[in-house]
């Protein structure tokens, strides 16, 4: 999933300060899950800012409103009347959330109130790692289903950096490092011969690297 | 291991004789001086030197620059190059600009991370890692081409260096880590500092029941330590680093003001170690910011004169 998190109060007050009359959107698919944009912290979110505000001084209108999915524009319709009839829009979902929002509500300005951190997973309660940096060109396969460019620190490909002591990167030594995973896993898998054979330089060009992607399904469209 | 570089480094390693090479860090400016002034302490004791990129991920003058300048003074340098901030382009582009100006070593890292410097905030690179580095240059060399197959007018001939750290883990994987390094064209190795000779020596056994010490010729690193302080510090905080309680225990045991001395002592007892490890070719004196002792220790191992 999208794992992200609110943006400190701090900010979102000075994101929004401009504005009288807002909407907290929530979204209740990935930013639902790692309780950062969900119905639940929408109203958690909406009564605090309407405390700061009082306590501020300043008035403003906070209406509430969550679709299940941001980044579609089937979902993001339900939201439509509310949107259109406040002068801004905070919008708790990841990135693509805020920027489907903000194709499709032209003259409304859209504001993010999370910060989008990264792809990963729920390793337990209340805690998310990041797993996948979206290279689009995955090479789980030869690394025991542990992916290097996203959970080494200097993206090795051909094994550990000299920094590597007890398990730990060295870089923050409450991160595993991420070759001392992958070598434990290919012993069980008895695949060590993944280890001595050279990985080529990678080609950067199907990631971010190459711009924003696109992905065309001929067989989905009507 | 084609010939086609032709270094006094590989000359003398080549030749089977025992290597004696130093570190220089250039300045955090841009003085020349400084880099000649360490030149000059280290003339005559090394057989090349040993030129940081950037290390610690400190914004100093370029590898490149200050490897010029000892070339200007008649020393030979081994131009050390991270791909923590370059991309392939920039990488290529360097290491046929730095054989232009007459730099024929090069070893290939990975590079210190940058949240360990003093701008943690720049974006890293590693568009390719150490050992794609070491393939690039070799290809270069051997077959005169970059990495899109592009034929070069006049090849970049570099001798390859690459580093090991036997005192990192997973260990098992060292060994496996340096016969890459060495299929990938690395022509020398330079270790870590030693200071676990035991675990060195297990290393290098490894490596030679491999059948790797026929195909690289390994240079031990060493640093002189200064206090009890220093050998704490290099065990606790430096990431890979293996000094044993013992070695520690005994610099802290004799009084303070003769720490240095101790120091220096066991480093050649180290060197003497490594002299006599079948395998090691040579040996890297890292003595960070203090140049001026590596000719007492080069002269106290009875390694002077240098060819």
Redesign the interface.
């Known amino acids: 999933m999208i794992v992200g998190e609110q943006k400190p109060i701090s900010e979102i007050k000075e994101i929004i300060a401009p504005y009288k009359k807002i909407l907290i959107l929530g979204c209740g698919t990935c930013v639902k899950t790692c309780f950062a944009g969900g119905e639940d912290e929408v109203a958690v979110l909406a009564s605090a800012l309407r405390l700061a505000c009082k306590k501020d001084g300043k008035e403003i209108e906070i209406e509430e409103f969550t679709v299940e999915r941001q980044c579609e524009d089937e979902f993001i319709r339900e939201g439509a009347p509310a949107i259109s009839r406040n002068e801004g829009v905070l919008s708790l979902a990841c990135g693509a959330g805020v920027q489907a929002l903000a194709r499709r509500f032209v003259k409304i300005p859209i504001l993010p109130g999370v910060n989008t951190t990264f792809i990963g997973v729920l390793e337990k309660q209340g805690v998310f790692t990041e797993e996948c940096s979206g290279c689009g060109d995955c090479m789980l396969a030869i690394f025991g289903g542990i992916c290097p460019f996203t959970r080494c ?15 730990k990167c ?2 923050n030594p409450e991160t595993d ?1 991420a ?2 995973l992958i ?1 434990e896993r290919l012993k069980i898998l008895g695949q060590m011969d993944n ?2 054979a ?5 080609n ?1 060009q199907t990631g971010l690297s190459g711009g924003p992607r696109k992905l065309v399904r001929e067989d989905h469209i009507i | 291991m084609n010939m086609k570089a032709s270094g006094k480094l590989q000359e003398i390693l080549s030749k089977g004789e025992f290597a004696v090479t130093a570190e220089c860090g250039p300045p955090r400016g841009a003085n020349a001086e400084v880099v000649r002034k360490k030149g000059e302490l280290l003339k005559g004791y090394v057989d090349a030197v040993n030129v940081t990129d950037n290390q610690t991920a400190i914004v100093r003058m370029s590898s490149i620059a200050a490897c010029t300048h000892l070339l200007q003074m008649g020393l030979e340098p081994v131009m050390q190059m991270v791909v923590r901030d370059r991309n392939r382009i920039a990488l290529q582009s360097d290491i046929m600009g730095a054989y232009s100006l007459g730099i024929t070593n090069i070893l290939c890292l990975s590079g210190d991370h940058q949240s360990f410097g003093s701008q943690p905030d720049a974006l890293n690179v590693f568009d390719i890692d150490s050992m794609n580095l070491i393939r690039t240059v070799q290809t270069m060399r051997e077959q005169g081409k970059d990495m899109s197959g592009f034929e070069l007018n006049e090849p970049p001939a570099m001798f390859i260096g690459a580093a090991a750290n036997p005192f990192a883990d997973p260990f098992e994987y060292r060994v496996i880590r340096l016969a890459k390094k060495i299929d990938a064209g690395a022509d020398f190795i330079q270790t870590q500092c030693i200071y676990n000779i035991d675990r060195f020596k297990e290393w290098m056994k490894m490596a030679r029941e491999e059948g790797l010490t026929e195909k690289v010729h390994i240079l031990g690193g060493v640093t002189p330590l200064k206090s009890a302080g220093m050998a704490k510090f290099m065990n606790n905080k430096v990431a890979g680093m293996d000094v044993p309680e013992s070695l520690i225990k005994r610099i802290a045991g004799v009084p303070k003001e003769k720490a240095v001395k101790e120091g220096l002592k066991i480093c050649q007892e180290t060197i003497a170690q490594l002299r006599e490890t079948k395998g090691v070719h040579g040996i890297h004196i890292m003595a960070i910011e203090w140049e001026e002792i590596v000719g007492e220790i080069v002269e106290g191992a009875g390694l002077t004169p240098r060819p």
């Not at chain 1, 993206?155 to 002591?165: A, D, M, R, T, V």
């Not at chain 1, 050279?198 to 990678?202: E, H, I, N, Q």
């Open positions: 620190a200097k993206k090795l490909l051909n094994g550990p950096c000299g920094g590597s002591q007890n398990g060295e870089v490092c070759w001392q070598i280890l001595r050279y990985v080529p330089p990678k950067w």
